[in-house]
């Protein structure tokens, strides 16, 4: 398997230019949580979000940068989610009420956020078959992204989570089946492993990926600069 810092330059590189693709097209905002007209903005966006889900397929590994995260970025968003809906629905009583009622969201939003922070991975390493299962195949790939494109205009919120996750396991699997190790893309229709490389050119796999990742992104910053 690739590194996680692999996975998300990747992730990061590959999204930015995805993003000059298609950042004339109305619906690409909706996959971003910050509105704006500016391309820089929508691709500062882009590179972000792609170099954070490109990481989620190997939360199915109990000791990898994903899984080992999970509690901690889940409590964050707990926090924020907390003091979110304090901001959304205000107490109308006094100052120090209201930040009471502010530490109070903070505290149970994160308790919460830690405890799904907790079952995901542990959810995920259950159902998933394994590592380099369920959380590496194009298929469960598909699906989300059928699910995203689905929701994107009914609720952009949701349906932008689930294209992020597509898009993101999607790049993650680039960076996988340059190693030795390979990945069952096809699973669980069939178990055989894709390795883009032969034995031996496999074992310096990740370094070359990184070496076209990194021509990627010096293309993509000449030609929007
Ligand atoms: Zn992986």
């Not at 030795?180 to 390795?195: A, I, K, T």
């Amino acid at each position: 398997m690739s590194s996680y810092r692999t996975h998300a330059l990747s992730g990061a590189v590959l999204s930015t230019g995805v993003g000059v693709i298609i950042s004339s097209m109305p619906w690409a905002a909706m996959l971003v949580p910050f509105r704006s007209s500016a391309m820089f903005d929508l691709l500062g966006q882009f590179a972000v979000l792609g170099a954070i889900s490109a990481l989620w397929p190997d939360i199915d590994e109990p000791n990898s940068f994903a899984s080992r995260s999970s509690v901690t970025v889940f409590a964050l968003l707990g926090c924020l989610s907390g003091s979110a809906l304090v901001v959304r629905f205000p107490a109308h009583d006094s100052a120090s009420a209201s930040m009471i009622t502010l530490a109070l969201a903070l505290i149970v939003g994160a308790l919460i956020g830690a405890l799904v922070g907790y079952l995901v991975p542990w959810g995920i390493q259950t159902i998933a078959g394994g590592h380099r299962r369920g959380t590496h195949s194009w298929l469960t790939f598909l699906a989300l992204a059928m699910v995203g494109c689905v929701l994107l205009p009914w609720i952009p919120g949701i349906g932008a989570i689930f294209c992020w996750l597509a898009w993101g396991g999607f790049v993650h699997v680039l960076g996988d089946i340059v190693t030795p190790s390979g990945v069952p893309v096809w699973y669980p229709v069939s178990n055989r492993r894709l390795h883009l490389f032969p034995p031996g050119i496999a074992e310096f796999g990740e370094w070359i990926f990184v070496a076209v990742i990194i021509a990627v992104g010096i293309l993509i910053g000449t030609a929007i600069t």
